[in-house]
């Protein structure tokens, strides 16, 4: 079902007049997976590429499976009032891309068009993913991140 969706997304971004962004993989969540203290691993799957698990917290990935399942919380969270924001504001977002590793952790730029232009974001992959779930806009991976990584010491 998941996979249908990003194939759907891709579709209408296509339709609409708007490809994908160039040099970028699209992909989809393909699971979410709870590690007990260790956190809980978001997979992320793109053609043609490894699965990409990025470990999130808990809070998050409660977030993210409510998102998914396209349920509310009784109170307000952050995300709520980061969509009521857009919303004011008038600005749209239009995809997440998780573009780099770094000493471990992962590390994503969320897009927003706006009347004033395009906003280009830093955030963490785990809100990212819950605030493109929540409005349905795509994630994108650069394909850096599936470059092999010299592991040798450095002398």
């Known amino acids: 079902m998941r996979k249908l969706l990003g194939v759907l997304v891709v579709f209408a971004l296509v339709a609409c007049g708007q490809e994908p962004p160039a040099d ?3 992909a989809h969540i393909a699971g979410v997976r709870d590690f007990g203290a260790d956190g809980v691993a978001v997979v992320l799957q793109g053609d043609d590429v490894p699965p990409l698990p990025i470990i999130i917290g808990h809070c998050e ?8 399942q396209d349920e509310d919380f009784p109170r307000p969270l952050a995300y709520d009032l980061l969509e009521e924001m857009l919303d004011k504001l008038q600005g749209e977002v239009t995809h997440l891309v998780v573009h780099s590793l770094k000493d471990d952790t ?12 395009e906003w280009v974001l830093d955030c963490r992959p785990s809100d ?3 605030l493109v779930t929540r409005l349905g806009a795509p994630i994108y991976l650069r394909p850096q991140l599936f470059e092999p990584k010299d592991l040798s010491p450095q002398v």
């Open 24 to 26: 970028l993989i699209p």
């Open 61 to 68: 990935a409660r977030a993210l499976v409510r998102a998914m």
């Open 106 to 117: 992962f590390h994503a730029n969320l897009y927003i068009e706006t009347e004033a232009g």
């Open 128 to 130: 990212g993913m819950v």
